[in-house]
């Protein structure tokens, strides 16, 4: 997750591209992957995926051990191939179809470029009295760099089973 969300922030950082200088195709692929690996290095650092469904007690009930052909081993997820059989094979219907549904909480600390606006901004979240905006001044303060707070909760069916690492 940490990984997809870094490549969609990648592409909200603009960039520069000379219009005299011709660009080819790999140009644009090394630019996007040293965008990516920049802002992986950012999540980590100021960012923050908290999984609120499935939650752990529906993981330990609902999941299962199943042999991933990828990655040649054994893996415990959340299956969701065959939903019709699995519902009628449950003994709580709304329970299996509740632990399928997958809700996040995304905190992100956006890096403020601006030089005025950035530290008027920056002044602002600490007057602010929010969670994020708190995670993101103790971030500031260790990147030395103002950044903005910025919150996003999404919830929606599982499109591929659930493993918990």
């Known amino acids: 997750m940490e990984r997809t969300l870094a490549a969609a922030m990648s592409a909200a950082r603009p960039v520069l591209v000379s219009d005299s200088a011709a660009v080819d195709a790999a140009d644009f692929r090394s630019l996007a992957a040293r965008l990516t690996a ?8 100021a960012a923050r995926i908290r999984i609120d469904s ?4 529906q993981f330990e ?3 299962e051990t199943r042999f991933d052909l990828v ?10 191939d065959h939903p019709l059989v699995r519902l009628a094979a449950s003994d709580s ?22 030089p005025l606006a950035a530290a008027v901004l920056a002044e602002l979240s600490a007057l602010i009295n929010n969670p994020v905006q708190v995670f993101c001044a103790a971030r500031a303060a260790a990147l030395d760099k103002p950044l903005w707070g910025l919150r996003h909760s999404i919830e929606g069916p599982m499109l591929s089973g659930y493993r918990r690492f």
């Open 93 to 114: 219907p709304e329970q299996w179809l509740a632990a399928r549904q997958l809700k996040l909480e995304i905190w992100w600390c956006q890096p403020l470029e601006v």
């Open 54 to 57: 499935p939650s752990a007690e």
């Open 38 to 45: 920049e802002q992986l290095l950012h999540a980590k650092l």
């Open 61 to 63: 009930r609902f999941s």
């Open 71 to 80: 990655l040649n081993q054994q893996v415990t997820e959340i299956a969701i």
